[in-house]
């Protein structure tokens, strides 16, 4: 039931698995923020928890969905699309959510992101992207920013970094957006619009590594990097220069994609109805 008002307020106790707490989330991590989106927009959405499937891969980001109250699913390194896709399709009545991170989604699980957004099954793709591999060791991800100190680029990344709405655009899908954590109502209210969208959904959140990046890097405690976002999005207001006063926006976030493809799911089941009619023939 993805367009049904919630007849109660939204308390996130309500979808959590109480007994885990206290998480194991670093002071200030932005997959927090994240997963009470998440749970919000499902609220909102009207989704029952037998309804949801929560399906992770490895890393912090993959820690996450254990915490869910629903039917959840942790996978291998790289695979939760993979996984994702044979639930989604043995069971089309489930919502299925895959939460990722920028590590087990661009980089192992690189190849798994470019066919499930080609084949636009019906499934929403979260990727908490914060830069690094922050359970594994703290190396370089595909999206770690130019010239930062990871564990694996001790004199400062220099390869180009992944434009993960991009490459899910790029490769097919019909809804990519990005946001970042500090914008929290924004957003719960783009991860619902995820939700309802009928085929792959890839949101991107921006999240912030306060332990493992904020501090090799020295991008200060999680106040000063939740309020960093605020400046890359609006940086007219905040870092610009005095002769360059009307540059653009450095991080876009909101809607980039939203488009009516064919649904995988529904087109696989009618291609195996066909078939069964002519073999019965």
Known sequence: MLDVAPATPFDPKDYLRLQYMPHFMCPGCGHGIALRAL???????????????????????????????????HTT??????????????RPDLTVVVV???????????NHLIH??????????LMLNNEVYGMTGGQASPTTAATRLTSTTQSGAIEPTFDACALAAAAGAGFVGREVTRQAPALKTLIARALRHKGFSFVE????????YGR???????????????????PEQHNDAPNQPFRPNALPTGVFVERDLPEY???????????????AR
């Open 39 to 73: 749970l919000a927009a499902v609220h909102d959405c009207g989704i029952a928890k037998d309804d949801l499937a929560v399906v992770c891969g490895i890393g912090c980001s993959g820690r996450v969905g254990g915490y869910i109250d629903a039917n959840t699913f």
């Open 265 to 279: 799911g529904a087109r696989l089941r009618a291609h195996a109805a066909m078939i069964r009619g002519d073999t």
């Open 100 to 110: 990722t991170g920028d590590g087990d989604c661009l980089a192992i699980g690189g």
């Open 216 to 234: 090799k890097n020295d991008l200060g405690e999680a106040p000063e990097m939740i309020l960093s976002q605020k400046a890359d999005m609006r």
């Open 205 to 212: 959140v921006m999240s912030d590594c306060t332990e493992v």
């Open 116 to 125: 499930a957004a080609r084949r636009n099954l019906d499934l929403t793709c």
């Open 77 to 90: 390194h790289g695979r939760p699309l993979a996984f994702a896709t044979g639930l989604k399709l043995a």
